[in-house]
């Protein structure tokens, strides 16, 4: 009995290690792939990055709240998405419109965009999608890297997720491998 109990602790740390694709599905799923799929090509993002922006967030939970008020897939705060509303063909901003998939990811893909043209970097433009472009702009000017804990391990976990959706949702996402 401990034997059979030994090997299956070897075999899940094991797959924990290797994640092949049907493994990384199980523990990663991937919702909203078309949505997903569609403004990553609409706004020149790799998919597999939206993805794990998304996963990191939200767990792709559309109703995801958190305690500083961000909601949605992508966890926008309401005054980020208001002023991203006009810039993605949005009329007039309502509350309701972070519950939805398809405008939570248009916002926050364009989003996305934006703090990577603006930094220039994947792992800058993360950082200030997790800590806010002024702490990155502050650290940028006193020559600094990543001064938030929380921030390093956010976009090293959005980087590694990266990877993992491209493997496992390459079809999907319209990846080649």
Known sequence: MLAVAAAA?????????????????????????????????????????????????????????????????????????????????????????????????????WYLRHLLDKYGDERTALAAYNAGQDNVDRWLAAGEGIQFPETRTYVDRVERLKGIYRRAYASELGLNR
């Not at 996963?55 to 208001?82: V, W």
């Not at 949005?90 to 939805?100: A, H, P, R, W, Y």
Request: charged fraction near 15%; avoid cysteine.
């Open 9 to 109: 602790v070897g075999a899940f740390f094991y797959l924990q290690h290797s994640e092949p694709a049907w493994w990384a599905r199980l523990w990663y799923p991937l919702s909203y792939a078309s949505i997903v799929r569609g403004h990553a090509a609409n706004y020149h993002l790799n998919p597999a990055l939206l993805a794990a922006v998304i996963e990191e967030e939200s767990k792709f939970d559309a109703n995801a709240r958190s305690r500083a008020g961000a909601i949605g897939l992508m966890q926008l705060t309401p005054q980020t998405a208001e002023g991203i509303a006009q810039y993605t063909g949005g009329s007039k901003f309502v509350l309701s419109d972070l519950t939805n998939p398809e405008i939570n990811v248009r916002y926050g893909a």
